[in-house]
């Protein structure tokens, strides 16, 4: 049977229906990728001037010679505290398509203040309804953005890296997720906090 132009326009009107609505099944699963939750979950492997934090509760439990070293950093005029702040990332399982977490502008705050700023650019498969660990390495001088004693610093560099969950620690960021179209970043940047700390505030900002 030849094929006429009628069955031509009608196969071309069914693939144009058909691409509309994988279109817009597409567009929506893309929108939904902006509904990802972050939370601040934990802080390890902090350090200050090299000294492990891990099992420090409080300024008393630094020996003779952690406070020696300390306050020979400080006199130096720095104090560096290294740490790994841990964010769960929630793709929400309504999702229904996984989101490749390729990049992320992050800014810390810690007390309120903003501090440093970097780019985190590992790629995270962030599968709908299972919450995933986006490991962000952080490296910063406490005496570029505080003005305090030894014991202050001390206490600061716990609150952030000891034990339990992180205390005045907020993190901005700005992900760009991989979508079916392309690259997606986020069009505001939103402000991370620990839920535990924080009750109460939004992760999403």
Known sequence: ???????????????????????????????????????IDRATNARL???DLSGVQSYNDLSGRDITRLGSALARGELPLSFTLHLTATNPEDNRVDARLTQMDWTLLL?????????????????????????????????????ENLRGFVDLAIAVGGQGPPQNVKLKVQPTIQTRLGPMKYPNPITVVNEDVDAGMNTHR
Do not use: H, Y
């Open 49 to 51: 001037a090299g000294i």
């Open 1 to 39: 049977m030849p094929f006429s132009p009628f069955r031509f326009w009608v196969l071309a009107g069914c693939l144009l229906i058909i691409g509309s609505v994988m279109g817009c099944q597409t567009l929506r699963e893309v929108s939904n990728l902006k509904n990802v939750q972050f939370r």
């Open 111 to 147: 007390q309120d203040r903003e501090t440093i700023s970097g780019t985190f650019d590992r790629e995270i498969v962030l599968k709908p309804g299972a919450p995933t660990d986006v490991p962000v390495d952080l490296r910063l001088d406490l005496v570029e953005f505080f003005d």
